[in-house]
């Protein structure tokens, strides 16, 4: 059974801080990872895509990869209470398309 | 990246009625998805819709329940069949496009009653 893993929280950050999000994953052939914002009564809205081992900067948000441990990251810095939501991991198994698992998401909340 | 509707927006259905969800997207996908999201839950996986072909339906999903049609690279339904208070939930296409990233659209929420 593939599986992805998140800490379902509630995550609650200071605003302007940093918030850290995990994400681990069973199926050590995936080639790629996603980070989805969720918020609430609203669809998944895709934030960041990685394929590849090390660092991926888009704004104030930065994914992380590291095949080896099977562990995919999200860092949001200069946290604004917008970013208040849930954010959802997901990995595509295989390079096979439409072959997306979803964690449960994690429960940012960002304090003024 | 492609701009997905869906229609209804959200219904209220009597049990043992069934109801049918449009997607309809500004241009041509090869893939399209059915997810469920149920209250509080992660998203799961309902079916894979390919133009010409009969639509993959993920393990506990059956066609009977979830007829799915996919007309053309634009368009595709979802019908949710003799609905029971348990498919209360809410429904997502979403259209794959280069590097496998999936797009959502808006949803449809859907309550049995």
């Known amino acids: 059974q593939k599986e992805v893993e998140q800490n379902s929280g509630p995550l609650s950050v200071p605003e302007g801080a940093i918030a850290s999000l995990n994400c681990t994953y069973s199926?050590?052939?995936?080639?790629?990872f996603f980070w989805y914002r969720q918020y609430s009564g609203k669809s998944p809205e895709l934030i960041m895509s990685?394929?590849?081992?090390g660092d991926k900067e888009d704004g104030r948000f930065t994914a992380q990869l590291n095949k080896a441990s099977q562990y995919v990251s999200l860092l949001i810095r200069d946290s604004q209470p917008s970013d208040s939501a849930t954010y959802l991991c997901?990995?595509?198994?295989?390079?096979?398309?439409?072959?997306?698992?979803f964690g449960k998401g994690t429960k940012l909340s960002v304090k003024p | 990246s492609a701009v997905i509707s869906q229609k209804p927006s959200r219904d209220i259905c009597q049990r043992g009625t069934s109801l049918t969800i449009q997607c309809q997207v500004d241009?041509?996908?090869?893939?399209m998805f059915w997810y469920r999201q149920q209250p509080g839950q992660s998203l799961t996986l309902i079916a894979t819709?390919?133009?010409?072909?009969?639509?993959?339906?993920e393990s506990g999903f059956v066609i009977d329940k979830f007829p799915i049609s996919r007309p053309n690279l634009t368009f595709s339904t979802l019908t949710v069949s003799n609905m029971s208070p348990e498919d209360s939930s809410i429904y997502l296409c979403?259209?794959?496009?280069?590097?496998?990233?999936?797009?959502f659209g808006p949803g449809t929420r859907l309550t049995v009653t």
């Open positions: 241009s041509q996908v090869t893939m």
């Open positions: 990685i394929y590849s081992n």
């Open positions: 979403s259209v794959e496009e280069m590097g496998y990233e999936q797009y």
């Open positions: 819709a390919n133009q010409g072909s009969e639509a993959t339906y």
């Open positions: 199926d050590r052939v995936s080639q790629s």
């Open positions: 997901a990995v595509n198994s295989e390079g096979s398309q439409g072959n997306l698992i």
